[in-house]
Nanobody, 121 residues
Framework: QVQLVESGGGLVHSGGSLRLSCAAS????????PGWYRQAPGKQRELVAA???????NYVDSVKGRFTVSIDNRKRTAYLQMNSLKPEDTAVYYC???????????????WGQGTLVTVSS
């Protein structure tokens, strides 16, 4: 079964930047409506940023102006550029998207395993 694989997490100082990537574990025809979620210790998973099927980008208030979500349709990869990182951004970040495994299939929603982002003060 095709899954999403996140990469790019790590440890960064406050004010630093990271770029997360999200790609399928096998060849797919299309990725649609990618979303990035995060879950901090002891907290519920929250939606951080997402691109809707019509191409609009939406962000939670706490990351507006700092994070940018994008998708490269040719590479079938989604990204989350995170700038001006704060300690409160520390969490496991998960990618979610609808993927089309082949042109004659239907879209299925899949999740990644998550990548840890730690921001030190």
């Amino acid at each position: 079964q095709v899954q999403l694989v996140e990469s790019g997490g790590g440890l960064v100082h406050s004010g630093g930047s990271l770029r997360l990537s999200c790609a399928a574990s096998a060849s797919i025809a299309k990725m649609d409506a990618p979303g990035w979620y995060r879950q901090a210790p002891g907290k519920q998973r929250e939606l951080v940023a997402a691109i809707t099927s019509d191409g609009s980008a939406n962000y939670v208030d706490s990351v507006k102006g700092r994070f940018t979500v994008s998708i490269d349709n040719r590479k079938r990869t989604a990204y989350l550029q995170m700038n001006s990182l704060k300690p409160e951004d520390t969490a496991v970040y998960y990618c979610n998207a609808r993927i089309l495994r082949d042109p004659f299939d239907r879209f299925v929603e899949v999740w990644g395993q998550g990548t840890l982002v730690t921001v030190s003060s």
